[in-house]
């Protein structure tokens, strides 16, 4: 029987060390090889090839803070000492030195490591149809590979006996953002909550995390941004949830929070299985008794702070560790940010949907003032004012952090350094945010005036503003809840009224309805009405004309009905989303492109834009639904199926599909090769031959393929009579 045990020496103690946890060398040696002969059901450890691999040199140097005779512990012990200076070959070179010549399968393969680097033995070490496949480590590094039915998985800890150290961790994180917004740096909401579980992981095993703040309170917090400088303070609550954080929710003040932790510290200290670590995230010098109380009863106490906002008392206190985040992340600061490319950030609002936040409060608020002093230029000072004013912010020093990460992602600009500052009307999140506010306050404003009305039924506006193709842009107007967010943002911002007033069917029951705000107008609405009304229009328009127009339009409408009638017709659907289809054609969209081009098919009765239910949802989704009948989508998908019936004739023949071949089989036609090769290829129609530039292979089984096969072969013995 062949059995192994492969021990990863420098991985192994590394995450020992990380966690805090102290080992005896020759019981570690020893208690491995004594479980995997047990564990392998062999009458002794001589009977198993116990291998320990590491870069030993390092451990000449003490880096681990061990004896230099590592090496040596192991080779008494009964082990294979294997030198392995880089990690990056490990897997080849134990292959190697061991399996290559080894001539029996193996029956047992016992891993112990918490790293993926041996990961490759189970897949290419020859086994036997019975063999058994373990790994041993600290975390299971299985999970979400191939192998994880498949390889049992134990706790190393658990096996050998090793009591690691409970840890309690509560994060104050209004002072820790305040802090490290204070020192210059950009609060990346998941970066810290990732870097948070790792740094308390180290410790020892996590068993409590807690996040104290006024969560929902709106501008009680610096900016809570992700990586594109998307504000994301709205899902605070639940990214720290899904990370294992128990948000808790104190009122704003310095006070609310000190009092609330000081309690929970204390209360879960008293109990008899309490925790062996606790990790205070705050720089408060408050902490400092209570933290003094968990040491008098034998706590290990850790204090996260931020450099420069941390107390002198907590930094010189002897007992207590320090812990810079600063150390143990890699926060941006807000001149870093500021060097983001605006493509990316926009591309990250599209994807996930552009939703009303704090930098909303700032393009809407700026604008207010532009109104009333008459002037784009605007002290930093007034707008921070205007924002408490409208409580954006719920302080002066919040609402200046909200200028400077303004200032940082690009939507303010400064002026020759007077403190002045102006808006940056081509960044993307200004344009969208004026685009949606002034759409909606004209929806308002037009229902009113038109149907003599003193406001506009909340439902109402939500239907009409689902009907409003000026909102059809990337990351806009997806859903009622994306519209219902709005339009309670402008309420916020004091750009509209809402009123609950009786129902007129049941003056007891009262319904939300919307008014425009008497004392917000916006400049330029006449224009807007203006555009709106003499808006062009594409009825009666056929393909060619457009193609002389908008020649760039006019292939979007190509790309769009071909798309949709191959995804209605694969997947027996009706229609296509929306927003799925304009992600499958960005690459090709211009700017307003698949807009104009949806514009063209909706008003020449070739598709249609709804709503519709999803099967895939409890919500309705906005999809397109072609008309196949009508002149532009007969056309269209008449090109398309003579492309395909000519690369099928070379298909046919064995011969490559190119666009010299295709010249000499159809030397009539004047095909726009560039554009249908584009179209095949992005449909997945056909593949590009790798080596071979401008020759194609023809994705013969594809759905729309095989249904012009088969109408080609249908029509065939009517051809031959």
Known sequence: MAAYLIVDVDDLLQQFLKRGISVDLQELA????????????????????AVAVANWQIYQDKTFGLSPNTQRVFKAAGYDTFDMPHRASL????????????????????????????????RRVKTTRNARIRVWGSENVLEGTEFASEVIFQPLETLLGIQTKNVAVYVDFENISISLTEQGFTVNLDHLIERFVMQAKAHGQVVKMAAYAPWG?????PPLVDSSGREVADEAPSRLMLANIDPVFNLPGKNSADMRIAKDVITDASHDDAADVYIMASGDRDFNQVLNTLRARGKHVVVWGVRGSTSRQLENNPGISIEYIEDFTNLQTHQSLSKAAVADREDETDAVGFTPSQWTSVVIQFDRLVQELGTEVIASQQIVEQLRLVSAVVSKARGEDLVLQAMSLGLLKAVSGSGNVILNAPHPIVEKTRLIRDRIVLRVQKTLEVRNWEYVNYGFLLKGLAMDRDLDRPGCNYSDQWRSDWIDCLVRERVLQRELVPHRHNADDLVPVIKLNPNYQITGMDAMKQADQTEQSWAGVNLDELEQLEPDTADMVRRIIVSVEQFTSFRGFSWCPLGSLHRRLLAFDGGMTFQRAVEYLVENDAGEVSEYPNPQSDFFTKGISLHLNSEVCRLVLSQRDQFIRLMLNLYERNQLISEQNLRILDATTRWDFEFWFSVMEAENVLNLIPGRPGQYSLFRTHHTVNLVAEAQRTEQPRTSR
């Open 91 to 122: 897997a080849d070179a134990l292959i190697l030195h061991y399996f290559s010549f080894d001539p029996d399968p193996v029956d047992e393969l016992i891993l112990a490591t918490t790293s993926r680097d041996l990961i490759p033995l189970v």
């Open 30 to 49: 020893v208690g491995l090889r004594g479980g995997a002969a047990l564990a392998a059901g062999l009458m002794s450890a001589d009977k198993l090839k």
């Open 217 to 221: 309170q709106r501008g009680s917090l």
